[in-house]
């Protein structure tokens, strides 16, 4: 399996960080979601090869621009044993362009931008440009999209959003995680399935009816569904079972589990 929707953070910090995300759920949600690895590197490692994870795709967020560098140089350090990390940028930071070039040049195959945590709508001229350019460079866009378990309203990707950016930047690769908005699945079936873009299966199943999950994939078409826990917040396992009892079948289990992710990344 290749999980494309992990998140890890520097050893000194995790403990620290998972609290934080932990009493942000405990805020909006009224109870904290308990994490299923202790958010470092070597945590990962062992979740992947306790529920047979070949890879892991990892998705760091600079929460503000002076974030960044540090968050980019952590993110070159985390490309082995399994791991592929991408890499961020704020969407209001003045040096947008040269970091997203940056990153380009470092042979990075994309980055990860979060609304949510960015309080930025995807469909603002900020992100469209940030959008646009990583269209340019070839760089894959994973995008939070729908409620943030930890933020609180206004929503700032929703599907209807996302489609106007996508109307504004047709070329651009993008991975819609949270099966395209979570907990705004309706509207994602009215805006979203169908379009050209991927959607990754983090955080859904406890969230979504069978039917609609099911419906939605099928309507979508399994070529474009990426596997992805969003570990630490969910378990792989977890995840792959929920997939499982779908009934999908054989060739539409090994497209969502290896091989989409396999020829998004350019890997054998």
């Given at each position: 399996m290749i999980d494309f929707h992990t998140h890890l953070f520097p050893d000194a910090i995790?403990?620290?960080?998972?609290?934080?995300?932990?009493?942000?759920?405990?805020?909006?949600?009224?109870?904290?979601?308990?994490?299923?690895?202790?958010?470092?590197?070597?945590?990962l490692i062992a979740s992947m090869k306790e529920h047979g994870v070949e890879m892991s795709v990892?998705?760091?967020?600079?929460?503000?621009?002076?974030?960044?560098?540090?968050?980019?140089?952590?993110a070159g350090t985390v490309q082995s044993d399994g791991l592929l990390s991408f890499y961020s940028l704020h969407p209001m930071q003045e040096d947008w362009e040269a970091v997203l070039e940056g990153i380009a040049a470092a042979g990075a195959k994309g980055i990860k931008l979060h609304p949510e945590f960015q309080s930025a709508d995807v469909d603002s001229p900020e992100m469209i440009r940030i959008l646009k350019k990583a269209a340019q460079l070839s760089l894959i866009v994973v995008l939070h999209t729908g409620k943030d378990i930890g933020v609180p309203p206004p929503v700032h990707c929703t599907p209807d959003q996302l489609a106007r950016a996508l109307d504004s930047v047709p070329r651009v690769c993008?991975?819609?995680?949270?099966?395209?908005?979570?907990?705004?699945w309706d509207r994602v079936e009215r805006c979203?399935?169908?379009?050209?873009?991927?959607?990754?299966?983090?955080?859904?199943v406890d969230d979504i009816a069978p039917e609609q999950y099911l419906r939605i994939?099928?309507?979508?078409?399994?070529?474009?569904?990426?596997?992805?826990?969003?570990?630490?917040w969910e378990c792989p396992a977890h995840t792959l079972k929920g997939l499982q009892a779908l009934g999908l079948t054989k060739e539409e289990m090994q497209l969502i589990?290896?091989?989409?992710?396999?020829?998004?990344?350019?890997?054998g």
């Open positions: 995790a403990p620290k960080a998972l609290a934080s995300l932990q009493a942000g759920a405990q805020r909006v949600e009224g109870k904290a979601v308990p994490p299923k690895t202790d958010g470092t590197r070597a945590g990892v998705l760091p967020i600079a929460t503000k621009p002076s974030q960044t560098p540090t968050i980019n140089r952590f993008v991975v819609a995680a949270h099966l395209g908005g979570w907990r705004m979203l399935v169908g379009r050209d873009l991927y959607l990754d299966t983090a955080f859904v994939i099928r309507n979508h078409g399994a070529h474009r569904i990426l596997f992805g826990s969003d570990s630490p589990t290896h091989d989409n992710a396999a020829r998004l990344l350019g890997i």
